[in-house]
């Protein structure tokens, strides 16, 4: 199972609540309040989080506020800006960690591509 605080980190970021039963206790298991949608399971890797990875999460957002309050937001849940090494000149993204070093980014859909 996840770290208690990679679960709540991404439960509050989400809206999220942990379930108890965790697939018979493989993963830590999150799910939105109402039971409706998809449920998301959590796996701690014994490997070291990679600055590159080859999969991550986009959160996505609608324009340019949007992503500066929400980037705010996780900021204030315990995520971390990167020095991201790989950003375009005009990125429509920021790239976060969340508190166990994994990368994530905040997607502005309404940015135009200069």
Partial sequence: MICARAADFWCRALGYELLKDGFNGWASVL???DGSGAKIA??????P???HLRLH???VVADAAEQAAETARLVSLGAELVGWDSYPDDPDFVVL????G????IVDLGHEQH
């Fill in 31 to 33: 799910a939105p309040p």
């Fill in 42 to 47: 959590l796996q701690r890797s014994q490997t």
């Fill in 49 to 51: 989080p990679q600055q």
């Fill in 57 to 59: 999460l986009d959160l």
């Fill in 97 to 100: 960690a969340d508190p166990d």
């Fill in 102 to 105: 994994n990368c994530f980014c």
